[in-house]
């Protein structure tokens, strides 16, 4: 059975990898779109990745112009507006479908592990948990504030705070 961290991403710059590298942290993804009117999040999504890349997190960010076109930009252009906009220093990769028959491994992946039948919108995020133990998703309009709020959560039960 295919685990997640068997699954081949594109790096923004190119560069093909597995999630594997990601197999012992808390993994939050996020499908991104520079034109769309959730893209304040990515904010809020750079904070978490600050305050918990030293606690085994990382998010990860997969642009998508799946919804209403609102992913024009290159690959190029993406890093550059995510960087002079929101200051995001996150790992992003190259632009993907999140839905139907041409949808990336990866979110496929997660449509089937959730209760999601397919991504609704931009920014639907899916904390998944080291060694793929849970998968939660949330909605577009979730906060990045309650990502994080269960991030604690889940950190801290398995610490035993």
């Not at 990336?104 to 060694?131: R, S």
Request: aromatic share 12%; hydrophobic share 35%.
């Amino acid at each position: 059975m295919t685990k997640i961290y068997d699954i081949n991403v594109t790096q923004i710059d190119g560069q093909v990898k597995t999630l594997k590298d990601y197999e012992d942290k808390y993994m939050v993804i996020v499908n991104t779109a520079s034109k769309c009117g959730l893209v304040g999040q990515l904010e809020g999504l750079e904070e978490i990745y600050k305050e918990f890349k030293d606690k085994n997190v990382a998010v990860l960010g997969f642009p998508s112009n799946q919804f209403l076109n609102q992913e024009p930009l290159d690959s190029e252009g993406i890093e550059a507006f995510c960087q002079m906009n929101y200051n995001v220093t996150f790992p992003l990769f190259e632009k993907i479908k999140v839905n139907g028959r041409d949808a990336h491994p990866l979110y496929k992946y997660l449509i089937e592990n959730t209760d999601n039948k397919k991504i609704k919108w931009n920014f639907t995020k899916f904390i998944v948990t080291p060694h793929e133990e849970k998968i939660i998703s949330f909605a577009p309009k979730t906060s990045p504030e309650t990502v994080k709020k269960e991030l604690y959560a889940l950190i801290d039960s398995k610490i035993g705070l």
